[in-house]
């Protein structure tokens, strides 16, 4: 936990609520973190959805930056839902909060990691404590929590989802009134095995700005 810690404490990114002490005491471990004002995403939308693509786009991509910078340091969030989203109330941008669920790992690392799951949220691999988790399951969270925002449906439970897939497709449920691209890459983010999931950020990012399209093969 301490050697995990350390690594958090050490990003710096405006999206990523900072770590700034440590330490050690009554048996266990703690670590100290910005207190930040606003309001979690779930609670903000009520407010504010629908919400519109330009919007959309302004609010995730500066948070996708962040989570980049995590993920290049081999850390995955693992409970990245809209409760663990805040809204700014200064400037209306996201902060990326409780990493108590972040454990470091290589790609396809295959150790056995606690499960960690929120339901509509965390991918299949999550809920079993050999799945292969990496990036590719952060951004299955965020394809969820950006599922929610465009069709204002949670996302079904993924164990639900494995052999008889009756969730409705974003490029479906919010036709119209998004672009395809951005749809498209949210139903790619959400593919259940994890192999047709984009591998990074960067990859992500590319189709849901429409600089790139998903893989034929999706």
Not at 70 to 88: E, F, Q, S, T, Y
Not at 99 to 108: I, L, N, V, Y
Not at 141 to 167: C, F, H, N, Q
Request: charged fraction near 25%; hydrophobic fraction near 45%; aromatic fraction near 10%.
């Amino acid at each position: 936990f301490l050697a995990e810690t350390r690594v958090l404490a050490g990003f710096r990114h405006s999206n990523i609520v900072r770590v700034t002490r440590f330490f050690e005491a009554n048996n266990t471990a703690y670590m100290v973190m910005d207190f930040e004002r606003g309001q979690p995403l779930r609670e903000w939308v009520k407010d504010n959805w629908p919400v519109d693509e330009a919007l959309l786009l302004r609010m995730f991509l500066p948070l996708l930056d962040g989570l980049d910078v995590v993920h290049k340091a081999g850390v995955m969030h693992r409970d990245i839902k809209p409760a663990n989203i805040l809204v700014r109330a200064a400037d209306g941008s996201l902060v990326l909060l409780d990493f108590g669920a972040a454990r470091q790992a290589g790609e396809g690392d295959s150790r056995s990691l606690t499960s960690i799951v929120t339901p509509g949220y965390a991918p299949f691999e999550q809920y079993h404590a050999h799945g292969a988790q990496g990036p590719w399951s952060d951004l299955y969270a965020l394809g969820g929590v950006l599922y929610w925002l465009v069709t204002g449906e949670k996302p079904v439970e993924a164990p639900s989802r494995i052999r008889d897939d009756s969730m409705p497709a974003a490029a479906t449920a919010a036709s119209g009134r998004f672009s395809r691209p951005l749809l498209r890459a949210i139903d790619w983010a959400l593919a259940t095995d994890e192999r047709d999931r984009p591998k990074c950020v960067a990859e992500f990012r590319a189709v849901l700005t429409g600089q790139a399209a998903v893989p034929a093969r999706i």
